[in-house]
């Protein structure tokens, strides 16, 4: 998930216009059901990404993207704040594994060992998970129930994802992920929040490997830090956790 990163990085370079375009064209269109837009959009992103070394230093791979607007959200339950208060960032990466055992792992109704920083992390599902790891079923819909733990705070929350298996012909399968939360949440101590928050998660085949692009919006307020220094933790979490999950990956 989110929210480790080096202090005193500074903000990420601005995404190019057509990533953010394309990250909120994602969130806004992917419950749609328009199969050829949608595809059409992978194949943009990941000639973008082709312009990205995803082997280089975080900073390197990591934007700003331009905030969503009402239009964007307006399909899922979210709190009733300004979505101006959000902070916009976004990460490319690599993962070594297909996505295939991406989709195997989302399935799973624990994720705490595939999650740093969190001492639970519990899915529930709307409706039967398993089809879609082989691509019976085109869409899983999950309920999480997040503890998240780190020297910063420690908040409990709700975060709903959607996943969406997404052909292209010109990458193939594709897994497409919106994830949103229906109400702030705040840490026992009353002193931390995570106001609203909205994620984008993509996993594009690359051979035997996948493309990875994490998207997220969010309005963070931990008491100990400013917002600059808050996003850059919840940028580095999102690399971390590729990461994570690769070596988790591995020792299956």
Known sequence: MWWMWVIGCGPPEQAPEEMGRLSRFYFRELASGDDDLLGE?????DALLDEIDLDDDRRARSYSLPLLED??????????RPLEDCTGLSLAARSGWP???????????????TSP?????????????DCFA???????????????????????????????????????WAIVA??????????ADGDNHIWQLFELDIYIP???????YFGVWAE?????????????????????????????????
């Open 71 to 80: 239009d964007d959200v307006a399909d899922v339950t979210h709190p009733d």
């Open 134 to 172: 082989d691509r019976s079923c085109a869409v899983l819909r999950t309920v999480n129930h997040v503890v998240r733990d780190n020297r910063l705070a420690t908040v409990t929350f709700e975060l709903h994802k959607d996943y969406h298996w997404v052909h292209s012909a010109a990458v193939g």
């Open 41 to 45: 959009g992978l194949a943009n992103l």
């Open 117 to 129: 920083s969190t001492s639970s992390f519990q899915r529930s599902f709307l409706g039967d998970p």
């Open 178 to 187: 919106r994830g949103w939360t229906p109400e702030p949440s705040h840490g």
């Open 99 to 113: 996505v295939s055992a991406h989709a195997a792992s989302q399935v799973l109704s624990d994720l705490t060992e």
């Open 220 to 252: 963070l307020d931990y008491a100990a830090i400013d917002a600059e220094t808050a996003g850059n933790f919840l940028l580095g979490n999102i690399d971390d956790t590729i990461e994570h999950t690769d070596a988790w990956l591995d020792a299956r």
């Open 206 to 212: 690359d051979g035997q490997a996948t493309r990875r």
